[in-house]
């Protein structure tokens, strides 16, 4: 498809060509010739002002048309002209900013600010009798560091307790870009406590409430999910070039949502947007120091847990390649800044976790390193996989394993939508991996047929848009309506928006859209999920807020806690 500017050139050469063909016929009327001899010299200055009379008009025209295509002409082309000196400078003085706004976007950051002498702090998992803390500090004469905490008392208790030493480094290197990671055990659940590092950092956290329980005196678990973010996007010269617009709409809602943590889907860097500068570790190592030293990211952190799954502009973009290069060092910093304090690997040494917190379980999936070439086989194909034999074996086991007594709920995460209604680049979501879809699905409908009463919910990012999806089961199947599986994907945290329209439903596909908000350049969800306070089903709710307002939201019920499938069950579902 031709470009606008192609277009706009296009029709200003047929301007210019119909003005020259325009041009000779508008002044081609022919005067009676008159002989000097035969004509007196008042006659001679009479006929000479009415002919500039009667050309002065259409001369006008012809000039004021021409110079309207000429200017046009110069500021499509950024090609001088010695007619139109104004024009000329107006269009060199435009084009000369506009590669000054280039330069800034491309090159400012990365080499203005790589953030070398980064120091900070940040809180990783937290679980009901530990938490992970992650710090930073390349500066040698703050070694070594110690890292105290005391608990502040239960939710319902402000009684202090006395400091105690959660560990101490006596040597930082850049094999870990200078950080260091701090486990501290023996907690109690739903407590507040205080962590101090010796280089003047501190911060807050909650421990998770026990296992299949909410945390005294709270109605409901809360937690936050987004993805994709890019510093300085949308645009500003002004803004600092660290910025992250969309924590500030974050940051706006983190004291009345009161969540526990926030799950990250993944693109926390975009290492080749707008300009890939290199292949090596420290450029990716480069990335996640400047979100981490952005002006803006204290104020989304310091109170609130991150979890961190991995996608592809952490790699590359639509990464389907395995552990070939560039994966090795794109996954060096995910590992030392992420990794290192996200929940318990699902399997010994995997990059997929899993985790309990009060009345729901997650399944973190990587859907990156062990994939198939997602072009290579149809999306049907028996042998395409996303996720791996072996995550594919954990999650089914996930799935199938009964929860703990007072978990209603089941969250599957995933960095790439889940349906196939998005149509645009779908090979590289679930939509090019179907066969493998349809087998995880059906495990999610089995989930339905026992006594559990567990729901399952999906969250995903990626798309820079926000949909909600259904998947209900097969009509006349063995699984009840109640074992419809709810999608919630919702993206960028801060990031452009798509301006075209890339998801709908097609006929024949049971993918049922529920809601389609494209638009707006930071969005986040907040699920809050209520174990049902005493009755048998628990409910979902999802509040999606878009640039800083709350807009949309929806209640998902888990299916009822009775064995069996079809229209018995159904008819309690509800």
Same mark, same amino acid.
């Given at each position: ?94 084009? !000369? %900013?506009?590669? #000054? ?6 090159? *400012?950051? =990365? +080499? ?5 002498? /980064? @120091? ?99 109605? !409901? %678990?809360?937690? #936050? ?6 510093? *300085?996007? =949308? +645009? ?5 070039? /660290? @910025? ?331």
């Amino acid at each position: 498809m031709a470009s606008p500017q192609a277009i706009i050139i296009v029709l200003s050469s047929l301007l210019l060509r119909l003005s020259a063909s325009i041009g000779p016929s508008l002044s081609s009327e022919k005067t009676p010739y008159l002989s000097p001899d035969r004509v007196s010299s008042k006659e001679v200055e009479k006929s000479k002002g009415s002919a500039e009379h009667a050309k002065s008009p259409l001369q006008e025209e012809k000039v004021a048309g021409t110079d309207n295509i000429q200017r046009a002409w110069i500021f499509v082309s950024g090609l001088p002209s010695p007619s139109a000196p104004f024009w000329t400078t107006t269009t060199v003085a435009v084009n !000369a %900013l506009l590669l #000054l706004f280039t330069i800034d976007v491309v090159y *400012r950051a =990365p +080499y203005a600010y790589p953030s070398n002498d /980064l @120091s900070f702090a940040r809180i990783g998992y937290v679980s009901d009798t530990g938490a992970s803390i992650l710090v930073r500090e390349p500066d040698v004469t703050q070694l070594p560091l110690y890292v105290s905490y005391r608990g502040i008392g239960s939710l319902q208790d402000s009684v202090s307790d006395s400091w105690k030493s959660a560990g101490t480094v006596y040597l930082l290197s850049n094999e870990t870009d200078y950080t260091c990671t701090f486990r501290i055990p023996d907690l109690h659940p739903s407590t507040r406590y205080q962590y101090a590092v010796s280089n003047n950092f501190t911060g807050y956290f909650t421990t998770a409430p026990s296992t299949g329980r909410l945390a005294p005196g709270s109605d !409901a %678990l809360t937690f #936050l999910t987004s993805s994709c973010i890019k510093p *300085r996007i =949308p +645009y500003n010269p002004l803004h600092h070039p /660290l @910025s992250v617009p969309g924590f500030k709409q974050l940051a706006k809602w983190i004291p009345s949502l009161q969540a526990s943590f926030m799950l990250f889907l993944g693109d926390f860097i975009y290492v080749d947007v707008p300009r890939r500068l290199g292949y090596d570790s420290e450029t990716y190592r480069r990335e996640y120091r400047q979100v981490y030293a952005s002006p803006d990211w204290p104020s989304v952190s310091t109170n609130l847990p991150w979890l961190h799954v991995l996608d592809d502009h952490e790699i590359a973009n639509d990464w389907d390649s395995n552990t070939s290069a560039p994966y090795p060092a794109a996954v060096d910093p995910w590992h030392i800044y992420h990794t290192s304090i996200n929940p318990p690997p699902a399997d010994p040494g995997a990059s997929y976790f899993t985790f309990t917190h009060g009345p729901a379980s997650f399944f973190l999936m990587d859907t990156r390193r062990y994939r198939s070439p997602s072009l290579l086989l149809p999306p049907e194909h028996p042998n395409k996989t996303m996720l791996g034999t072996q995550q594919l074996s954990s999650l089914l086991k996930f799935l199938s394993t009964s929860p703990p007594e007072g978990v209603k709920w089941k969250f599957i995460i995933t960095s790439i939508p889940f349906t196939r209604n998005w149509r645009f680049g779908s090979s590289d979501t679930w939509g090019g991996y179907l066969h493998e879809r349809q087998i995880i699905l059906e495990h999610m409908w089995d989930v339905a047929l026992s006594t559990s009463g567990t729901g399952i919910v999906i969250l995903s990012g990626d798309r820079h848009e926000f949909a909600a999806t259904a998947f209900p089961p097969p009509k006349d199947g063995k699984w009840p309506i109640s074992a419809t599986v709810h999608e919630f994907s919702t993206s960028p945290l801060s990031m452009f928006y798509l301006p075209v329209r890339t998801y709908w439903e097609k006929e024949g596909e049971d993918e049922v859209c529920i809601k389609y908000l494209p638009d707006g350049n930071s969005k986040f969800g907040a699920v809050e999920v209520d174990r049902g306070r005493g009755g048998e089903q628990g409910l979902v709710r999802f509040r999606l807020f878009v640039d800083g307002e709350e807009v949309w939201s929806y209640v998902v019920t888990s299916p009822p806690a009775v064995g069996g499938g079809g229209r018995g069950k159904d008819a309690i579902w509800g």
